[in-house]
Every structure is written in C-alpha cells, then in structure tokens.
C-alpha cells in the first residue's frame, strides 16, 4: 500500500495547479464580465477559447481519455487527482482542458464503441473542442433510474431509425455549439430487460428535433456548461449507420459510461469542496464580528475540522475505486463506485453550506461561487439516479456477503 | 394550557384557506407565465392587483398590523395561523393579503414611531396596496448582526439630514413601485452603543440615491419580491422632520421590528414545510420506480413521518413564542425568538430538502415551487443575523440561570 | 390558544419542585450509598420507604391515575409537567410519589378493567405502594412490536387457564417486592388478528413461574426500577377470575395502557433531558481549560442553545398530544402519541450526549447520572415498538391526508 | 498510489483472520461463562491464557511493536488492519495477541525510552504477556487534554522520587496482574510549559499507592480490560532510576506514546464497525416483523449502505495516516492523526447505534457484544482528549494554511 503519486501524476498536478492559478483563477471575473455582455445568454465567452488554447499548449488536453489512440492515456487513478483540481473551477477549468461532461462520457462511448466513421464524423471534432455534444437519456414522465422504464422509441425503417420521445436533463444542449446528441431509447421493448435499449447518434439539425427550454437548478439556467435542455424527437429520422454499436446494446453502453462520469463527478466535487474550504478560512481570517476575527470562534473552527476530516476521507474512497476500476474493472469495483456517489455528494453539501453560513448574506449571492457550487452537489444526489436507488443496491449485495 | 383557536382565528383561518384554494394556488401558473411576459423582470405582473382585490373584499387585508386604528388589530398569537398559510404561496398570497415582508415591518415602524405627517405621506399608501417599501440595514462590509458595526452616515446639516453609505439585500427596492426607504445609521458615533444609530426615511428618487444591482439568492433574483437590492447613498439630503423618531433611537427600533419579524419569516416557512410535505406525498403517491409507488419505499415513509414530527414541534414553539409576546412583550420572548429564528430554518430546509429528493431532478427545477422554497429557508439561517449569533447569545442567557 | 398552567397544576407544580429540592436530590448520594451496602443487589434501600412517606403527607401520591376513585383525577395534561418533574431523578421521584412504571400502567388497567375481586387483592395494595407489580408483553423470539407475533399461550383448561411462554424485558419483575404479574397471551389464535389475544393476572410465585435473570441496559442492571427480567410460564394454572375483563381483549387492553404510558415516558425523559442541561451547565461554568472556562467555549454555547431550541419544541408536542388524549381520546391523538414516541428519545438522547461530553471522562462514569439517564433514553427508542415502527405507521397516516 | 497490502500483511491477515474463526469468537461465550464464575470480578479467566499461547504458536505475538529487538517490527501501515480484526472482539483478541492497550503504549515507551534495567525488569515480562501494566496521566480535577494542567507531583529527594497525586482513568490498574503503573508528574513546574513533566515507574505494591475504585463506563467495569482505576498516590517513594529518561522529557515522551496508540484504538474501532455491521446483516435476514424480513425494508438497506460507506472511508484514512507516520513521521502527520481520532469514534458509534436498533432490545442487553462495542466508541470521543480539543487545533492548522 502506498498513497504517492507515480511521476506523472506528479507532473501532470504541478502544471495544472500552475495552468490555475496563472490563467483559470484570474480569468473567472472576466468569463463573468463576458457573460453579461452576451446577447445570446447560451452563447460562449471568448475567454473560453482563449484557455483552451493554454491549457492544450500546456499538454493539459483531453486528460481524461484512457484510450491513447485519443487521449492522454491516463488510467482512473492518474486522472482523478487531476479531476479533483479541475472541480475548483467548474465553469472553466474542465471545458479549459476538454475535459467537460458531458462530452467526455460521450467521447468514451464513441472511442470505444463508434465506429470509424462515426469516430470520423463526430469524436475527432468532439477532441478537438470544436464542437460539443449531449446526451439524452433521462426522461420527465418516468423513473429514468430504472432502465427499463424509458420510453423513447427507436425504431427501424428501411434505410434508417425513426426515434419518437421526451428527454431533459440533456446537459450542454442549449450551447449553440452543441451539434450530436446521444440519444438512449428503446429498440426492441420486447427483449430481455437490458437487450431493450439502443444508443443512436442524433445530429440537433435533423428535422423533427426541438430543443424546448432549459431546465433551471435551483435558480440557475448552468449557461456556463451549455444548460439543462427539454428535448423533443418528433418521427426524427437518421441513416441506420448512425447507430452505436449494435441494436440491444444501450444498456451495456451506458453502464460503461457510468463509472468513468461517477468518478470525474465526484472527483471534481471533491476540488470544489476544497475551494470552498480555502474561502471559508480565507474570509473567516479577514472578518471581524463583536471584536474578533470569525477565524477565533469556536463554532467556525468546527466546521473547518470537520471539513477538512469530511474531504479526506472521501477523497480517498475515490481514489480507492479509481484503483478498482484501474485493476478489477468496473464490475469489481460496483460497491465502491456506488459508495462514492453517494458519499460525495453530501459530503460537498455540507462542506459548502458551511462556507456559505461564513460569508453570510454573500454566501447565498452572486457575489462567490459558493451557492452556485452548492447547487452542482445537490444536484448529484439526484443526477445518475438517485442516493436511495444506489444505496439499496449496496445494500443488497453487502447483505448477500452474509448470508 | 389549551390549543384550540379562538373564534376570530379559526374564522379567518377558513375565510384565508378558501381564499388560497379559490384564487392563490390557481394564480400561481398565472403568475409564471404574466413574469415571464414582462418586458421588465423586476415589474409585478397583473395577477397580483387582482389577488389584492379579491383579499380585501373577503375582508383578508393587512391582518398582520395589531394596532388597530391601521390594521386588523390581531395578537401575533391570532396573526401567526394566519401567516403560516400564506407561507405555503409565498411569491403571492403574503402579497395579495398587503402582508409582504418588509412592509410589514415597516409599516409597524411607522403605525408605532411615525409622526403623524409621516403616516399621512407613507403609511396611509402602504396601507392601501399602492406603493412597497424597503428596509436598508444590512452593509456589505460590515458583520451587520453587530449594530454597532453599521458605517452608513446620516449627519445633521442645517435643516435635514445627510445619508452616506452602502448597503445591500435591501429587500423590495428593485420592485418600481417601491418609492420609499427607511435607512438604518449612525447619527452619533461617539454616543454610548445603542444610542449611536436613527432610522430616516429616504424617498428612492432622492438625488444621491442609487439603486445599483439586485442581489441573487442560490441564482434567484427573487424579483416576485422585489428582488434584493444594493444601494449607494452619496451626499443624500432630505428634511429633518424625515427622521423616525428622535436621533439615537435607531437600535430601539430595529429591535421592536424585529421580533414580530421573526415570527412572520418563521410562520410562513412553516407554511412552505406543510407545502413542500403535501407535494412530497403527492409525488410519491403517483410515481412508480421498480414496479411500486415511491410511498411504499420505507425510507420515503421514513422523511413523511419525520417531516410531520419535526413541522409540527416548530409550529408550536412559534405559537408559544407568539403568545409569550403578546402576554409578556418581546423582551419577555428574547429566548424564544430566538429560538424559533435558530429552529423554525433548518427544520423547513430540512422537509423541503426532502421533497426535493422526492420529486427527482423536476425537484431543483422551475417545474415545481420546492428549489426556490428551499433557497429562501436557507437564506433565513443568515438573514436577521446569522443562527450562530442567535445561539451564542441564547446560549448566555442559558447560562445565567445556573450560575 | 393559552399556555398557562391551571391552578391546580402549578399548585401540584411548585409543590413537588420543592420536594425535589428539599429530599429528593440531597436523598440520591444516600441511595447509591444505601444501595452499595445491600446484600440483595435487587432490594430496595430504606430511603426509599422515607421519600414515599413524605410525597404522600405533602398531597404527591399517585399523581398519575386519572380516575379519581382511586387516584389524584388529573388530566394528562395536568399530569404531564408533574411527571416532567419527577424524570430529573428517575430512580427516586417516581417511585416515591408512586408513580413508577410498569405499576402505573398496571393500575390504570386493574382501575379501568380490572373485577372488584382483582382491584380489591392487587390494586389497592399497588395504590398505598405496599407492592409493585410487572408487566409482561414483550417476548424474546418474535417481534413484538407486531401484536400477533405473541407466542405465549393463556388456555382454558377446566376453572382455570394455563399459560405457557417465556417473556423478556419484564421491568420491575426482578425487585423482590414484585407479587403480581400482568401476562399477554394468545387465548385463541383463530379469532381475527386484534382479538386473539387476553391479559391475565398471575401472582409471582405460582408454581412454574420462573424468574431467570435480569437483562442489562448498556451495562445497567436497572435495580433500582427492578430490573428487566427474561421470565418462563411453564403450565402455570390459575383460576379464571385471574383473566382481566374478557377473553379477547388483550389486545385493546394494551393499546389503552400504551398511551398514557407513552406520555408519562416522554414527559420524564424530557425532566431528565433537563437535568441534563443543567448539569452541563454548572459544569462549564466551573471547569477550566487552556485558561478558561468551558463556558466561554462556542461549540459549548451551541450545544447549550440547541439543547434548549430541542427541549422546548419536544415540550409542547408532549403537551399537545396529552391534551389532544384528554379532550378528543387516545385514537384522536394517534398520530402526536407516535410523534412524541420518536421525538422525545432522540432529543433527550442528543442532549444528554452532550452534557456526557462537557463533562468528560466523569460524563461516563457513575460520578454523573448522565450515562444512566442516556441509557435509558436510548433505550426508549426501541421500548414499546422500536421507532421504525412508529415512524412508518405515522407516514402511512400522514400519505392518506393526500390521496 | 497503490491500495494492495504487502506481502508480509497478507500472510499475517489470513493467519489472523484464521484464529479469530477457530478460536476467538468460539472462546466468546466460554469467557462469558468463566467471567461469571470467578469469585473476584478483576481476576482474568483461564480462556485468555489458552487463547495467548495459541497465538503465540501460530506467530501472532507482539505484532503492535515495530522495534525488531523487541518485536515483529511491522510498521504502522502493516499493522494496522491486524489491529483491526482483533477489534472485532476486543475483549479477548487484543489480550490474547499481547496487544492490548495500555500495555501497547507503555511496551513502546520502556523500548524506546526506558533504560536497559528498566527494559529487563518490566518490558521483558511485559513482552512475555507474564504482567499487565497501566498508564497513569488523566486527573480527576483538570482538564487533562491540557498537560500543563496536570497537578501530581515528582519531587526528587535524595536518591529517590517522592510521588504525590490523583489519577482517575488508570486502565487496567484494577486487573490483579497489573504490576506496574506509568506515572505522569510534574518533576519542575517552574520549567517551560512542555519540559514539566517527567514520567516514573511506580510498582503497584510501593507503600503509598492506593488503588481505589474502579471507574464504570455507562455501567460496565471493563473487567476484562483490567478496569479504569482512580490510584492515589500518597508520598510514594521510588528510586531515582525508575525515572523515565530524564527529567523534563514526560511530555515528549506522551506525544510519541499517542500516535501509534490512537492508530490502534481507531484500527480497533473499524473492526468494532465492521463486526456491528455484520450482526446486523445477520439479525435482518432473519428477523421477520409484518411479515416479511427485516432486510426488505428500506430503512434498514440504507443504514447498512451507510454504515459501509461510512467504514471504507474511515478504514482508508486511517491506513493513510498509518503510512504517513512511517513515512514523514508522527509530527508530520498531525493532522491526519487529529483526523481519525475525531472522525472514527463518531462513524463507529453511528454504526454500532444502528446494529443495535436492529437488534431490538436484544440489542441494548448482553445478549450481544454490541452496547459494550458502543460504549467503547462513545467514550473514544473522550479519551486522549476530547473531540473538540482535536477540531480545534486542527483547524488552526489548517487556517495557517491559508493565511
């Protein structure tokens, strides 16, 4: 057992701790600025553009991508210190670094099962940070945390698939840039329970497709990471060649896709609930109330401890099960995948409610990331099915050990 | 010790929970659609002077005020019910009913320390529905939960008086109705304490003053309130007899506006718990995962019991607290309400957090009324002071008693 | 709506706070002392017989008892802040004003069903304390908190019923004072699911009663309740007029002795989450580290404060529910006597744990109460139907409201 | 980063684990009987001695010691999941393996610190398992998490120590093997604050040593960890070699005692956790209430997730600090150490809490190893200082970092 980073690792952490604080944390108030002046409120800052550029001149591009014939090659666990540090700066430093959901997931779906024209068409732009795509998976009108509830169609005609259904939750689909969804619907509904399900790749500009609204959490419109998208497919037709894969495999793909965003997700929770920290000591070091620094009472000096002790732990179960998806695979580290996301998510919560409780009245505002921060982690207990339908899980198998 | 209402509670009780199911939850998608119609986002959209209209025919109008030659003339003990309902539609009933915080507190400054040509200028349209107010106390520099921390200047200058100063989360000022501000500062700095600081009464369109941005609240605007303003007061000169009171009597005041303050903010959150419960049971009624209702899932059973538990404790401290005011004043009350202020947040958070959960990702969204409920009870453990100044302070008094 | 005491209780109020303070409190170090010396770690020690002596010459006996042919004839309400009172010494106070459980219950049952025959040869003697009795429900094999798991047998056989079973958790039964027992029984398991049961009286030393052992409570024996007893009914005969009102009601019989007996737990561990508070405070106001007290410690203040928000809100819901009990009945009040049950015990479990932890070490040990009393509030969280049980019923009531 | 254990722990892991199936948890109820049929509650029953030879034979002895001379000479990190799985039985493993606390402790201070006389006379017999030994530092009347605080007197005179002072808390001193105490003094108060302090070996039979009582914890003796004692010390004369080190070196030496004995109770504690979540896995499978297995129901799934969740992410901080202290040293990892300290007890108490609420009353009686395992935790929260003195200084270390 050893808990040290290898050389690259190492390497990797430096440059992007430098990439940073030389470039990410002094272009957040102008990505701000920038923002507000936009006419399109979807639309992408310049800022943006200009941080991609450093951070793949830095050799800080498409980290994420375990396969080299794409990326950067890294196994989880190299990835994930690097996750984490991206996380502190959520609404820059992962599209900075091509590393944004949901464009990583999907380009793993496509590096691993698209096909070379596919790869083609889609991935080698998508590598590129010259487009950005959505995946469509969740549905308003069912539990979409149990597969076999969806109820979007696709289905062949002739030539081609006609897919028929409801999604949101299409995270990135209000950017403009935003040109091929991935689209999770069923083929074969009366199949065994995971052969039902196929992924198709839906270009946005294909007739029939209208992207309604975007959906608000709590009351942010998430802009910087192109929105929350309602979507409709109306007898929306596209060549059968746009097809992932192979009919009946939508679920496989998807629970590929799953372990991998789990870890990033919660990985840059992790970054946040770090930076989140870092602001309560920092303002609680400069505020005085009734004579005092807030930094000297009691009170806040428990939050900080218990912050600190809450980030550690989790931080290392992430770890841990990026070691497990690195040496047993995905399947092998299902409990652990499971107990991050649930562990994560609330651990971030609490850390950034008590920042926020420390700035008062400024915590809650526009005027530090921290509500909008809090905002991300609320909404991972949701996001990938809930914490209730993950804990009932581990909860059976961990009774199956003992009996 | 008895817990029934008195007759002139339990009818208005009735008249007010017909009046919410009749006109308020009906106005609600009104509402939305008539916001989202407006050319300006901070402007009251038509629903609302209907539901005003309607209120104060069925004899539901200013309940909140107790001096009886202004208002309704009932106890806190009476009021709180009342409150607690129109907490359950908290962007339109507390409005439709000339309820809204902060006129309230205003309008009680004004019923109890006016001068008769004040309430003839200022009360007597508040009164009528026609114009809003704001309350500019809070500072952005300042820990504000500490009086004697309050910057803002209002010096004496031949006939009038002289306001210098920046404060924000004055609440309601972004509302264009809003056409009068009474402005907490310091008219003696070197007077003892609690002498130090007067209340005047600033009309918006002063010169010097200068409504500069709406603060947010976890990305809300909160504009169905009237948004959350900051304002500049430079070199802002208005006549002498603006003053409230005598000088010096500022903090005497705040402190009298406070505690019935208290007990509306928490008796609407216990509206808005009882909202966010029915919704949850609602949700769980209807939705089906993995082939049952959610209600069947013992850990949802497990947040419905717990939320009643925990709604119905905090209710009845409120009631008390509101009765220990009535029969033994505010200061009599110091230590329940406080503790409201500490208990009623977070019990509220809690049950909304829940309902939330319940309602999956439709839950942070604009979909259901649950994200923006829940912002504005996290909001509360900061607003008014934070919780950990009201704890420290209970906590004294705790003390005492045993030493 | 009023929170005032009625004459008669603060009357009884202010009577028995000076009891306690004038020969409870000072008899507690004699009863540990008293009790040491005893060669039976089960008898009870002479200060006992003393303290009862004196709650009955100064009008506090048999408080309890609402049927004033037998009793003081007080309302649960009234009743309610007496029993409060005597929860700050819960070894001696109860007992002295004969107020004690498992008898109170039994007396509530022998006055409300019990035959002229039985009140004569068991309650009378129970009403002047000259004996105590057990009541015997709960059984090791089953879950008893589902009335029809019961396994024991009461049989008709001839001019008398036979019982075989073994029951656990029979409080009071190991005092050597205990003549009487109160056994639940099937007497039909064919009947329909609420009427299979009876209760039936059995004197302690009736041929094939067997008295086992004592079970613990976190290392407490609880002699000086009379411990919990595991006790075996192996053909046990006694004579028909033994069986209380008639074959069948066993089940009804319970659920009306549950009530009453749910408030006057709740309403003691609210005394003893009291005392508590009071301890911790003396404490950190003497004790003094890293150069001051405890006291001025702000994790210490906020246990302080939370502990009386917590104490208060668990008050008044105890209050409510008996005063819903006396004025709409047991069933009415159904769903606050579930709410109490879990809300008492985990507030008085929470507060007790932190007066332990301000007093370190001592906190643990036998140098406090406080252990003893966190034993016994923990406890009650399983005691007559574990909290989930309660919890789940409340919800399913509470998702009924909706649907 | 790498999480597999070497080889060394492997080997040592599967032999334990071995034992613990063959041996320990069969000698549980044995010991049980054996406790109950010792004339003298402190004596140790004949199982522990057949349990140490064996695992003496089976090479699992002294494993705790990292000094080779001594020892097995494992580090911190090899050890620790050894330690774990003895605190699945923790009255008997540790013992039987020799490596129980305090013993652990006061064998590293006489390796490191003592003098070869002092090594020969108590640690061989120590290393033997032939004595038992106690540590004597807490005082009834201080804060002891304040060593500056610390009253007991070690005065030099002539060729001897004179010993004077009041310790509570001395565990093991009450097990009639215990032959020698450590005694924490201060030898010079008049010296800079952490050069005070001297430690001294005091046999138990010096005249003037008074063992007086054995402390409870809620209400168990801890018999069979040889008690807590209060140990008046009263002009007891020692020769001057029996001093540890030098004068003036008591504090350092309590620092370094600290870090491996913290490591252990925390390792110690998982094990607890572990084997609580066990029972309950077990007890819910087979316990049916309404019907149906207690494992059905969603309240009881989540706290088994929960309790898995939160035991991966305490387990891995502690093997982390573990490593770090091997690594950079005791100082070095501070805060880590700071961290488990506070945030084990807490996650075993909250598991253990739950495996007993699954258990009913079963649950809170010594039916099962469970309310002992609880208590332990809950007085973790104190020993070694309590919680709140960790938080606080590990939050100021972590607001250096950032100021």
């Known amino acids: 057992m050893d808990f040290t980073f290898d050389a690259r690792t190492a390497d990797l952490h430096e440059k992007l701790t430098d990439f940073m604080q030389e470039e990410v944390y002094p272009a957040e108030p102008r990505f701000e600025d920038e923002m507000a002046a936009l006419d399109n409120p979807w639309a992408r800052p310049p800022v943006i553009e200009a941080l991609k550029a450093s951070a793949r001149d830095r050799g800080l591009w498409n980290l994420f991508l375990p396969d080299d014939r794409f990326g950067a090659g890294l196994t989880n666990l190299q990835y994930a210190p690097l996750a984490e540090i991206t996380g502190r700066s959520p609404h820059l430093a992962p599209e900075a ?40 998976m969740t549905e308003p009108d069912v539990a979409s945390s149990d597969a076999t509830n969806i109820a979007t169609r696709i289905e062949r005609d002739g030539d081609g698939y006609v897919v028929n259904g409801r999604k949101w939750w299409s995270s990135g689909a209000m950017n403009p840039n935003c040109t091929i969804f991935i689209v999770m619907g069923k083929s074969d509904p009366g199949a065994e329970r995971h052969r039902q399900q196929s992924m198709i790749l839906v270009p946005r500009d294909t007739p029939g497709v209208t992207v309604k609204r975007g959906m608000h959490v709590f009351g942010y419109t998430d802009a910087s990471h ?72 009691g009170v806040v000096r428990d939050w900080i401890a218990e912050s600190r002790v809450r980030i550690e732990q989790a931080r290392l179960l992430v770890l841990k099960t990026a070691w497990l998806m690195d040496t047993v695979g995905n399947k092998g580290a299902h409990t652990e995948i499971q107990a991050i996301k649930i562990a994560v998510p609330q651990m971030a919560e609490w850390v950034i409610d008590k920042a926020i409780q420390a700035h008062g009245a400024a915590g809650v505002s526009q005027d530090t990331p921290l509500a909008a921060l809090w905002a991300s982690a609320r909404t991972l207990r949701l996001a990938d099915g809930p914490d209730e339908v993950h804990r009932a899980s581990l909860a059976k198998r961990e009774l199956r050990k003992y009996s």
């Open 97 to 136: 670094l091509n590393c944004a959901a949901p464009d990583t997931g999907n380009m793993e779906v496509l590096s691993a099962f698209g096909s070379p024209e596919q790869q083609d068409r889609w991935l080698k732009p998508l590598l590129e940070g010259q487009i950005r795509s959505a995946f469509c």
């Open 226 to 297: 192109g929105g929350h998208a309602e979507v409709e497919f109306t007898d929306v037709r596209v060549p059968a060649d746009h097809l992932i894969a192979e009919e009946g495999s939508g679920f496989a793909i998807a629970q590929a896709r799953l372990g991998p965003g789990r870890i990033h997700h919660c990985m840059r929770l992790i970054g946040a609930a770090e930076r989140a920290l870092q602001l309560m000591c920092e303002r609680v070091s400069e505020r005085v109330a009734f004579g005092r620094p807030l930094a000297e009472q």
